[in-house]
């Protein structure tokens, strides 16, 4: 009798830890939106192997290149230097995909093979995101082009295009 009431008392305390640790997970560990996003990114990326390993446990802030928050639990951080193979072919990039993390500081994309952005899908897209500060966009294959799309980025602090296709003298205006 004394030691059933101490089991069941025991199972509902662990029922309780569990209901209690799955709303921690949901609150601090990622956010639904941002790991839909982020991989919606793998697959416009072609899939490189770098990155086979996202997907695989829930919490994207434990995923390779990415970086969070830990109070808010949103992506601050994406490094996706270098992760696509000349194999795959020049990149058109859509800059949509990165609007769902409002709270982006810091995003590199140096070294992918990127010619561009999609039609009307630039960086002006990213204007909104107030806290962007640093983008590296370095070895890719971006021409002038992209420049007109940049002055929108009030936030940012620091942007690299080295080794790319830019020509002639350039000027960037903020406005
Ligand atoms: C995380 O977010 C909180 C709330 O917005 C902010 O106060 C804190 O400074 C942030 N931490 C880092 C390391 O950016
Ligand atoms: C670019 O990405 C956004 C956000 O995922 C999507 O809504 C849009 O259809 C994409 N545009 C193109 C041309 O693929």
């Not at 799955?22 to 990326?45: N, P, T, V």
């Not at 928050?69 to 020049?90: A, Q």
Request: proline share 1%; glycine share 10%; with cysteine.
């Amino acid at each position: 009798m004394g030691l059933n009431r101490f089991s069941s008392l025991a199972g509902t305390l662990m029922i309780y830890a569990m209901v209690l640790s799955e709303s921690w997970w949901s609150c601090h560990g990622c956010l639904d939106e941002e790991r839909s996003a982020l991989l919606r990114i793998q697959s416009s990326f072609n899939y490189p192997i770098f990155l086979q390993s996202w997907g695989e446990v829930a919490d994207c802030c434990s995923w390779e290149g990415v970086g969070c928050n830990f109070t808010t639990g949103r992506v601050v951080y994406l490094d996706l230097s270098g992760i696509r193979e000349e194999g795959l072919g020049d990149l058109y990039l859509n800059v949509s995909l990165f609007r769902p993390f409002q709270e982006l500081q810091s995003l590199h994309l140096s070294g992918n093979f990127i010619v561009g952005c999609v039609e009307n899908e630039g960086f002006e897209r990213l204007s909104g995101l107030d806290s962007l500060v640093e983008l590296y966009l370095d070895e890719n294959k971006f021409d002038n082009n992209i420049l007109s799309s940049l002055g929108g980025l009030s936030s940012l602090i620091s942007l690299s295009l080295s080794g790319n296709q830019l020509k002639g003298a350039i000027s960037v205006d903020g406005n």
